[in-house]
């Protein structure tokens, strides 16, 4: 089990509010990644990064912001919610090194309700 | 554009049997397909991964096969378990070797 933390784990908010997805990781990695997942569907890329001081956009990523101050922690910010931003987030991790290259390792999500 | 295709409909199998899914992709060359596992509420967990020079991997009762001429890989499963219960997602590396591209996934239901 990969040693990745996403907070809260559950969140309903009303609309228009400023909310922070919070993700932190415990193994090093450089990369990081930010999907959204509606049930049943394929993950949608939102943001990524490819180390501290580095973030790169995704597919979904025009009501949203990321960070990355430091290596472990990588924030998602929705700078205010609307009814269309609820569904399941994912924070993901993956490695430079040779041999653990190319493969993703996932938190447990923060599922978002925006009334 | 980059397209992938598992299909939507879920798989019901019985316990003991080979669960065979189905992955197919167009307009991709990718350098290796990956299998996940995901759980209701969950986050994928990463299974397999097979490069593009690979026909074949396995991994205890796991096998995936990559057709880069067909664009199709298969996922099985042998001697299935209930436990094997989960959506099973394929992912491509996206061509540039920055991103995955991950297709919706096929429901697998084992019945003891």
């Known amino acids: 089990e990969a040693d990745i933390y996403q907070t809260p784990r559950y969140l309903v908010i009303g609309t228009g509010k400023k909310i922070t997805l919070e993700c932190s990781q415990t193994m090093g990695h450089d990369k990081m990644y930010w999907y959204q997942q509606d049930p049943g569907m394929e993950l949608h890329l939102i943001h990524y990064s490819y180390g501290v001081n580095s973030t790169e956009k995704g597919d979904l990523s025009s009501e949203s912001t990321v960070s990355r101050i430091r290596t472990e922690h990588f924030p998602l910010t929705l700078e205010s919610a609307r009814p269309s931003h609820t569904s399941q987030y994912l924070c993901?991790?993956?490695?430079?090194?040779?041999?653990?290259?190319?493969?993703?390792?996932f938190g447990p999500g923060t599922r978002l309700t925006v009334l | 554009s980059q397209k992938i295709e598992q299909n939507s409909e879920a798989l019901n199998i019985q316990e003991g049997k080979t669960a065979t899914l189905t992955c197919n992709y167009t307009?991709?060359?990718?350098?290796?397909l990956q299998w996940y596992r995901q759980d209701p509420g969950r986050g994928p967990v990463f299974l397999l991964l097979?490069?593009?020079?690979?026909k074949e991997k396995r991994k205890e009762r796991l096998k995936v096969t990559f057709d880069t001429t067909l664009k199709q890989s298969l996922f099985h499963i042998t001697a299935s378990q209930p436990a094997d219960s989960a959506t099973y997602l394929c992912?491509?590396?996206?061509?540039?070797?920055?991103?995955?591209?991950f297709g919706a996934g096929t429901r697998l239901f084992v019945k003891a």
């Open positions: 993901a991790t993956e490695s430079f090194w040779r041999g653990e290259a190319d493969t993703q390792y």
């Open positions: 992912a491509l590396e996206d061509g540039g070797g920055f991103k995955t591209i």
């Open positions: 097979i490069r593009e020079n690979e």
């Open positions: 307009n991709y060359s990718p350098a290796y």
